[in-house]
């Protein structure tokens, strides 16, 4: 079965750093484009970031544009989102994607993961 398990959440301070992972099993990454999303208790499903096959990341959201970095480990079959200087309003469940598409960061991600918490707070 093609898998993508998130891990890395947590309950961070706000201005921390966290890392989310995104791991992946029965397929290889190499040849996909993977987002990354979050969604907010009653807020609609917002993409952070997207890497391209090629290893490019295309930020999604305006507000983590110089904060957050997205890149992949193609030995490891794992994408990472690194999240720096957390802010309250970053407080989210954190899904990676993968899109089979062939369209790249502007594919339909028909993949999805379990979803990791992600809490900023002092």
């Known amino acids: 079965q093609l898998q993508l398990v998130e891990s890395g959440g947590g309950l961070v301070q706000p201005g921390g750093s966290l890392r989310l992972s995104c791991a992946a099993s029965g397929f290889t990454l190499d040849r996909y484009a993977i987002g990354w999303f979050r969604q907010a208790p009653g807020k609609e499903r917002e993409g952070v970031s997207c890497i391209s096959f090629s290893g490019e990341g295309t930020p999604y959201a305006r507000s983590v544009q110089g904060r957050f970095a997205i890149s992949r480990d193609n030995a490891k079959n794992t994408v990472y989102l690194q999240m720096n200087n957390l802010k309250p309003e970053d407080t989210a469940v954190y899904y990676c994607?993968?899109?089979?598409?062939?369209?790249?960061?502007?594919?339909?991600?028909?993949?999805w993961g379990q979803g990791t918490q992600v809490t900023v707070s002092s």
């Open positions: 994607a993968a899109d089979s598409s062939g369209l790249g960061c502007a594919g339909t991600f028909d993949y």
